[in-house]
C-alpha cells in the first residue's frame, strides 16, 4: 500500500524552522513478517483488539456516548471520568491496523466505534460524555482530574493516525478530531488554562504536522509554555505530580506521575523541534537523560511509586513494588524515539529496545488477552490469578487480567504494536537507519538516491544474526545503511560479501550496497551478568542477568521442587550456564526453615545452611505465563552473605 | 490523687471468665518526674495539646459542630468525613491529663470542647458531623468509608478516659459516651454490618470494663465475630485492606491497612481475654507475632506502604518508603500491652520499648509541635520544612508539618502521651512488674500484699542505670518486684545491697524488699551492630546501630562537609567508636562523582573512589530537626560492595 497524498485541511503554511537530524520511516515503509515482533503484531490484530472491543462494551465505556443521546438526564455515566480516553485509543489502533492490511472488517469496527461516538460531540466541536451536559460536571470544571484535554488528545492521535495512512479530512474520524481541536484552540487559545494530564500537546503537533495548519502548533507551545507555574491545584501529591511545580525549559528531570511527565516531554520535544527552539529541546532532553540514568528500571521501566503512579528520587528503584506502569514504558518509547530523529542518536535506540522487549512485550500475555498493568522486578508471594471475565480495580499482586478500572494500558499497547513497524527505520536524504532487529521488509524513497527495498530475516533476540537482504538499491548514487549496534553487546560483527569484520561501537555504516548484496550482521545474545549503580540501595549485593536485549528473571516455577526465588543466592564466579538450551546460573537454596520465627534483627548475621541449586532463568517478557510464581530479576549474590557474616 | 470509685452505669454483672495474667497499673499508680518521658509528656500538656486545640479550630474540624445547628443546610463540611474522631483524641488527651494533673485549666479545654460536640448528638444518641443531616449523606450510608462507628470509638475512649480517673456517668463526657454506646448498640446490635475502619471494638470493651455494662462486650463481640466474611465492598485495595477477607480467628497474620487491622487486634484480643476465649486468643497473638517477626521494622514501625497505608508481604520492609505510620506504632503498642496483660510475658514490653523510642518519640518536633506523619528510615535527597502555618497534604517526603489534612496522629500521640504511665508497671495480687524504665514513682495497693510504693531514678536510655528505691514495702507479707531484661541487652546486672549479679535473660524478679532498701539496675547502652534477615532484600549488606533502645540513624547534617549519607559505607570489623560522647562508625565517603552520568547497570560492578571517614550517629528519634537533611538508618557495609567486585 502506497500512501495516498494528505490534503491539507488549513493551507497554513508549514513553520520553516523545524530541526531534526532523521525522519521518521512512512507508516508504509516497514511490513514486519514473522518473529518476536510480527507474530505479536498479529497477534495484536487477532486477539487484543477484538477483545478490546468487547470489553469497552462489557465496561460500559461504549454506552456512556449512548446515554448522552438516550437519556436527558444522563443518570449513570460509569467509570473514570477519563474512560472516553480508552476508546478513542482503541480507534487509533484500529486506524493504523487498517492502514497496515486493509483489512475491511477494521474499517467496520471504526465505523460502529464511531456511531456511537459522533452524536455526543457538541455544536462547538466539544466531546465528553463524563462533563458537560445534564447531570454531570460542567466542562472544564475541573482541570487537575477531569482530563478533558487528555480525551481529546487521544481522540485526535486517532485522527492524526487516519490522516498518516491515507486519509483526508472526508474520513468522519479525521473530520471529528479537527472539530475537537479545533474547539480547544478556541477554548484554550487565550488564558493559562492547561489540564492535568498532558497528552493534548504531542497530539496537537502531530495534527500540525499531518495537516499543516499551524494554529495546532502554536496551541500545544501555549500548552508547554503555560505549565509550571501553579495554575493547577497543590493536591495531596504535590503540583510536581502533574509536572505544575516548574517551567518546562527549567525542569532538571522528570518528576511526578511518569506517564504525565513522559508524554508532556513527548510534546514538548514535538514543540521544541517544529520551532527551532533549542533551549526547549536541551531542557526536555536533559531531563530525560537524567531519568534515564538515575530513575529508570533495568527493563526500561519508569516510576518507583504505586501511591502517585510517580517517579521517586534518584536511584529510589526498589524492585518488588517497581510501579512501571506498561503506559509509562509506552511513553518512554514516545520520547525516546522523538529524541531519535531529532538528535541522530541511535543509542536512543537502544532505550526503546530495551524497553519494548521488557515492558511493552512483557504487559501483554501469552494469548493476547490479559495484560500487566504494572511490571514488577520482583513477586514476592504467589501472585493471584484473574479470572477472564473480571475486570481488576488493583494494578498488582496479581497475574494479568483482562480489564481494568482504569484500562489505560492495554489499548496503549494495541494502538503501540499497530504502528510498530514505524519504529524500525528512519531516514535522510541519502541514508536509512536501521534502528530495531525485526524481521520484515523495508521500503524507502531517499530523495537524493532514489528507492532502497531491504529484507530482514532474524529470529533475534533469541538468534544472534540478523540477515538483511538488498532487494533493491540506488544504481547510480551514493547511499548509506546505518545499522545500531546495542550498547550492551559485546564482540558484535559484520559480515558483508562474507567478509567478516568487527562492528564498531554504536553504530555501523555501510555504504553503497548494491541490488543483490547481503549483509549478516551478528549481535551475539550470550548471557551476561549486569550489576547496578552502587547508588541503588534496593538491589545492593545483587546482579541480574541479560540476554541480549531480554532481561532475564528467575520464576519459581522453573526451579527444582517449585523453590520461592525468594530463598535463593548465586554464585557469580562461576558464571552462567547456557549450553543446555535453557539460561542457568550457580546458586544455592538457602534453608531458612532453620531459622526460628523471631525478630528479624540480630546482633550477628545470620548465615541459613544452603544446598547447591541451579537457578534456571527465563525472558522477564515471558513471566506470569504459567499460574501463579515468585519472580525476581535481581539475584543475590553469595559473596554478600558470606562476606557480611565474616565482617565481624 | 486517688482514684473515686467508679459507679457502674448499668448493673450488668461483669462476666466471670476473664483470664489475663496481669492487671495494668491504676492510672495513678504511677508519676513521672523529669527525664526522657517525663519531659515528653510535660511538653505534651503544655505545647502540643494547646497546639492540636488551635488547629481544630483553624483547620475547621470545630466549626463542623457549629454548622449543624446554625446552618440548617449544612453547607460546608469541612475536611474528612471522618475528622470528627479528631476533636474526640483531643478530648480523651485532656481527659487522662486532668486525670494526671487535675489542672483545672484541663477541665476548661473539655468544656469548652463539649459545648460545641454537645448539641450535635441526636435524641437516639447518634453523633457525626458528616452523616445523618440535611445536605450530607444518610446515616451509615457508607459504611467502607465512612467510619461513623471510628468516630464512635474515638469518642467513647475520651468517655473511658474519663471514668478510669475518677468520673461517673453525671459527668457530661462519660453520659455523652454512654448515649453514643447506646446508640452503637441499638442500631448494629443485629444484622452483620460493620465498619470499614476498626476501633469502635477496643472502646465498646474499654467502656464495658469501666462500666460492668455487658452489651458493651456483646457489641464488641459481634463486631469482631462479623469481620472477614466480605460484607465491605472489594476496593481497590482489596478486602484485606479493612480485614474483611478473612475471618479474624481463621487469618495467619495482620494484612492490610496497618491501622486497622493493629485496633481490630487490640478489640479482639480485649474481646477474648473478657470472654476467656482462647481459640480467638491465640489467633490474633499468632498474628500479630508474625507480623512481628516478618512485617515489622527494626524501629517497631508497621505498615510498608503508602499507597494503602499496608503491611506489604512478608519482609518487605523497604527504609525509604517506609510508611510506619505514627498511629500504626501507637496502636502495636495497644497491642503489645494487651498480649503482656494477657499472657505476662514481659518481651512484650521490649516491642513496646522499641516503638515508644522510635516511633512514638520520633513523631514529635524537639519543639513539641509539628509532626510526622510517617517515619521513614532512609530519607535520599533534602526533605522539604514545613512553615509553622500550613496543614500538610502529604503523609511523606517533607519535614514534620504542624498539622494534616487528614490529622489523625498528633492528637493520637498525645492521649497516648498523657496516659503513658499506664504502660509502666503491671502487677498481680503479690508482685508488681516494673516494665518501662522511666524516672518517677510508683505506688500499688498488692491485693495480697499491700501497698508499694517505688521510686525510679535514672537518666535511660542515656545512662544504663536505673536506680529503684523501695519507699514503702509490705512488712508482713511476701511479694515480688519483676524487672523486664530487654533482649537487645548483654550483661545486664542486678545490685541489691551493693551486691552485683548478673541479671537472668527476661526477667529478673527480686523477692521480699524491704522499706529503704535499693536496687540498681544496670543496662548497659553500648552502641551495637545489628543485622538483618536475608530475606529483607531492601538492606541487604547493611548494618544499623542500636544503643540501649534507640535505634541510631546518620544524618547528613552530623558528617563532615555535610556529606549526603547516600553515599557512605561502613566498615564493620573496625567496631564502634563512643569514646568521645558521639557515636561513630568507620566508614568511607564513596566518590560518585568520578562515575558519568550514564545507564545505572554495567557489565561490571563499579567500584568508585572513595575515602575514610568517620560516620557520626545519632538516635532517630531526634532525627530531622536540624532543618533539611538526608538520613539513614541502614549503613552499606564496604565489604559488600568490595566482595561483590571481587566475585568476578
Not at 69 to 81: I, Y
Not at 355 to 377: K, R
Not at 420 to 449: C, F, K, N, P, R
Not at 590 to 617: I, T
Amino acid at each position: 500500500m502506497k500512501r495516498k497524498a494528505v490534503d491539507a485541511v488549513e493551507p497554513t503554511p508549514m513553520k520553516p524552522v523545524r530541526q531534526t537530524a532523521l525522519e521518521p520511516g512512512s507508516m508504509d515503509a516497514v511490513q514486519l513478517a514473522n518473529g518476536f515482533w510480527g507474530d505479536l503484531q498479529a497477534q495484536n490484530a487477532k486477539v487484543t483488539l477484538p477483545h478490546e472491543i468487547k470489553w469497552l462494551e462489557k465496561s460500559g465505556a461504549l454506552a456512556n456516548f449512548d446515554r448522552i443521546c438516550e437519556d436527558p438526564d444522563n443518570r449513570g455515566h460509569v467509570g473514570m471520568q477519563f474512560i472516553d480516553s480508552d476508546v478513542y485509543k482503541v480507534l487509533e489502533a484500529l486506524a493504523w491496523e487498517f492502514g497496515r492490511t486493509q483489512d475491511p472488517g477494521l474499517q467496520q469496527n471504526i465505523d460502529t466505534l464511531l456511531e456511537r461516538v459522533l452524536p455526543v460531540v457538541a455544536d462547538d466541536g466539544y466531546l465528553n460524555t463524563a462533563f458537560g451536559h445534564p447531570g454531570r460536571p460542567a466542562r472544564y470544571s475541573d482541570m487537575e482530574w477531569g482530563h478533558e484535554l487528555y480525551c481529546a488528545g487521544h481522540l485526535i492521535q486517532a485522527g492524526v493516525a487516519r490522516l498518516r495512512t491515507g486519509f483526508d479530512s472526508q474520513d468522519p474520524l479525521v473530520a471529528l478530531s479537527l472539530r475537537v481541536a479545533d474547539h480547544v484552540c478556541a477554548a484554550f487559545g487565550e488564558g493559562n488554562r492547561i489540564g492535568g494530564h498532558p497528552e493534548i500537546e504531542v497530539a496537537l503537533v502531530e495534527l500540525y504536522r499531518a495537516t499543516g495548519s499551524g494554529r495546532y502548533l502554536d496551541q500545544a507551545k501555549a500548552f508547554v509554555d503555560r505549565r509550571g507555574y501553579g495554575t493547577l491545584a497543590d493536591i495531596e501529591f504535590g503540583r510536581s505530580y502533574f509536572q505544575d511545580d516548574v517551567p518546562v525549559r527549567k525542569a532538571d528531570v522528570l518528576r511526578g506521575h511518569a506517564v504525565r511527565a513522559l508524554y508532556l516531554a513527548a510534546g514538548a520535544i514535538d514543540v521544541a523541534v517544529e520551532e527551532g527552539d533549542s533551549e526547549l529541546f536541551s531542557a526536555v532532553e536533559r531531563q530525560y537523560q537524567r531519568a534515564l540514568d538515575r530513575r529508570t528500571y533495568i527493563t526500561g521501566g519508569m516510576g518507583s511509586h504505586h501511591q502517585d503512579e510517580a517517579f521517586g528520587d534518584d536511584f529510589e528503584l526498589p524492585p518488588d513494588r517497581a510501579y512501571c506502569e506498561t503506559c509509562a514504558g509506552i511513553a518512554s518509547v514516545m520520547v525516546a524515539w522523538r529524541l531519535l530523529l531529532a538528535t541522530g542518536d541511535l543509542r536512543y535506540g537502544d532505550v526503546i529496545e530495551r524497553t519494548l522487549y521488557n515492558i511493552v512485550a512483557t504487559s501483554v500475555s501469552q494469548a493476547g488477552d490479559q495484560f500487566f498493568y504494572a511490571n514488577p522486578l520482583q513477586q514476592r508471594a504467589l501472585n493471584r490469578t484473574m479470572p477472564p471475565d473480571v475486570s481488576s480495580p488493583r494494578a498488582s499482586s496479581e497475574l494479568r487480567a483482562s480489564w481494568f478500572y482504569v484500562p489505560c494500558c492495554p489499548p496503549n499497547y494495541s494502538r503501540t504494536l499497530a504502528q510498530l513497524a514505524s519504529y524500525v527505520t528512519s531516514h535522510t536524504a541519502d541514508s536509512i537507519q536501521l534502528i530495531q532487529y525485526m524481521a520484515g521488509t523495508i521500503e524507502e524513497e531517499l530523495s537524493a538516491a532514489g528507492t532502497v527495498k531491504l529484507r530482514v530475516e532474524t529470529n533475534y533476540p533469541y538468534d544472534s544474526a540478523v540477515k538483511i537482504f538488498v532487494e533493491q538499491a540506488p544504481t547510480d548514487k551514493s547511499w548509506k545503511l546505518d545499522l545500531r549496534i546495542p550498547q550492551w553487546c559485546k564482540g558484535a560483527t559484520l559480515s558483508i560479501n562474507s567478509k567478516v569484520e568487527l562492528a564498531p561501537d554504536g553504530v555501523a555504516s555501510i555504504h553503497g550496497l548494491r541490488t543483490g548484496q547481503y549483509v549478516v550482521l551478528d549481535l551475539p545474545v550470550e548471557p551476561r551478568f549486569v550489576y547496578p549503580d552502587p547508588r541503588i540501595d534496593a538491589v545492593r549485593g545483587c546482579v541480574a542477568v541479560e540476554k541480549g536485549p531480554l532481561v532475564m528473571c528467575a520464576e519459581s516455577v522453573d526451579q527444582p521442587g517449585g523453590t520461592d526465588v525468594g530463598l535463593i543466592e548465586v554464585d557469580v564466579s562461576r558464571g552462567i550456564d547456557d549450553t543446555s538450551g535453557a539460561v542457568q546460573v550457580y546458586g544455592r537454596k538457602l534453608d531458612m526453615d532453620a531459622r526460628p520465627d523471631e525478630w528479624a534483627y540480630s546482633g550477628s548475621p545470620f548465615v541459613p545452611e544452603a544446598r547447591q541449586s541451579m537457578v534456571k532463568l527465563s525472558p522477564y517478557c515471558c513471566w506470569g505465563n504459567r499460574g501463579p510464581v515468585t519472580m525476581r530479576v535481581w539475584l543475590p549474590t553469595s559473596s554478600t552473605r558470606t562476606s557480611g557474616g565474616k565482617t565481624r
